[in-house]
């Protein structure tokens, strides 16, 4: 009797542990099955979605080639007239330059030359400028904006754009206007390159620049030298010659430098430069170049003085007798002198240059056409990233105002 109890005592046990291993693995099995037959029903409707996208990409597709085909179907009588794309400018320039006169006909001929780019918000997040800083520099497509044929581009292309162009290497000889980067092309749409010097949220901060205050962006794309700079690439001999257009010297006048430091007290606050010593190089970098058009060049305007009476301000600003003898000294004695005039940052330059390109400059005045108190995003936007980078100007802007009084007065004879 004992041994039938602990029979059934050590049995029972057993059983029930065989009967609930038993029954988890009935409840597996059924799972496995479950979810097998879940899983396969959802790759079923995600086969199905895939599908239904695929074929709709390619409905849509099909869609946007019918509506390109109809949408110039009456035009294909006539070539490529009348047919446009959605282009729009996604960021606009603030530049040092304020006006065409006097800008680079090439980019990065005047390293100092800077400019902001300002992306529009509603159309560009920052996040789209990630990554540009790591590049050294930057392609950037634009409107020539300030033609002043782009109202005739509308109305008569034909008639409004020139085939050949004068070229201001050869002397206003003409060329194909596809054989020159002129501005008026029957597309006003310009290519320039300029070095990154440092991207802040929507906007970035441009040196070397050929673009004028205002100038419409459309696009912006990484310079990469594998693929950008050509080795073996050739040109014309007369685009290689690249000292035709350089002044032989730029000299400043005491009573630039006199004005040079009033003017500065007011454009500071948004100038692109961080002292009126960096200015001062900047209006030379610009002037070591003969930035006159070909007509002025040929014929000089407005003369304002003939003879030597005319020496005596000259010598009185610091420059020796001599000098300004032989820099104004003609055949026939001396030359007509023409009194030229810039607009850099909002400041109006006056110079002089001579038959043999000595380069003069008088006068520095604020425009007084120009809103000084515009925002602009000049140094003090930039001088923490620029400090980070190490491009500097930007070590010690501190010790810029008063040494550069002191300069400023001591070049002035003060």
């Known amino acids: 009797m004992a041994a039938a109890d602990n029979w059934g005592w050590t049995t029972k046990p057993a059983i029930a542990i065989a009967v609930a291993a038993t029954s988890a693995t009935v409840i597996t099995v ?13 790759n079923s409707k995600v086969s199905d979605l895939e599908n239904q996208w695929i074929s709709e990409r390619r409905g849509r597709i099909r869609a946007q080639q019918d509506l390109r085909k109809a949408l ?25 330059f304020s006006t065409r006169n006097g800008t680079p006909r090439q980019p990065l001929l005047v390293p100092l030359a800077r400019a902001c780019l ?104 990484p ?21 035709l257009l ?26 692109f430069y961080a002292s009126c010593d960096e200015l001062e190089r900047f209006i030379k970098q610009v002037l070591s170049w003969d930035i006159r058009s070909v007509y002025q060049r040929v014929r000089p305007h407005e003369p304002v003085f003939k003879g030597e009476s005319n020496l005596e301000g000259y010598v009185a600003s610091g420059l020796e007798e001599d000098n300004v003898k032989d820099f104004y000294r003609n055949e026939g004695g ?3 002198d023409v009194l030229y005039h810039l607009l850099l940052e909002s400041l109006k330059i006056s110079y002089r240059i001579d038959r043999y390109t000595n380069v003069v400059v008088e006068n520095i005045s604020l425009e007084s056409a120009v809103n000084t108190d ?41």
């Not at 110039?72 to 040092?96: E, R, T």
């Not at 109202?151 to 003409?174: N, Q, Y």
């Not at 350089?246 to 007011?266: E, I, M, Q, R």
């Open 30 to 42: 059924i799972s496995a099955r479950f979810l097998h037959k879940k899983i396969k029903s959802l």
């Open 72 to 96: 110039a179907q009456d035009k294909s009588d006539h070539g490529l007239k009348g047919i446009s794309y959605p282009l729009a400018p996604i960021a606009v320039v603030q530049s040092c």
């Open 118 to 221: 300002l992306f529009d918000l509603n159309r560009v997040p920052p996040s789209s400028l990630e990554g540009l800083a790591e590049y050294s520099h930057c392609w950037i497509i634009y409107i020539f904006h300030m033609n002043t044929n782009l109202d005739k581009l509308w109305k008569d292309p034909l008639r409004s754009t020139k085939a050949k162009v004068r070229v201001p290497k050869l002397k206003g000889a003409k060329k194909g206007v596809f054989a020159t980067r002129s501005p008026h092309r029957p597309c006003p749409i310009g290519l320039t390159v300029a070095k990154v010097e440092a991207v802040q949220g929507h906007m970035v901060l441009l040196s070397g620049v050929d673009l004028v205050d205002g100038t419409p962006v459309l696009d912006i794309k």
């Open 223 to 243: 310079y990469l030298p594998y693929c950008d700079s050509i080795k073996g690439a050739q040109v014309p001999e007369w685009v290689e010659e690249d000292g």
């Open 246 to 271: 350089a002044t032989a010297t730029v000299k400043f006048t005491g009573d630039f430098y006199s004005s040079l430091s009033d003017c500065w007290a007011k454009v500071e606050k948004n100038s």
């Open 334 to 336: 001396l030359t007509q």
């Open 374 to 414: 515009h925002k602009r995003h000049g140094y003090m936007t930039w001088r923490h990233a620029l400090i980070l980078k190490g491009s500097l100007e930007a070590t010690a802007p501190e010790t810029y105002p008063k040494h550069t009084h002191e300069g400023l007065l001591l070049r002035a004879g003060g």
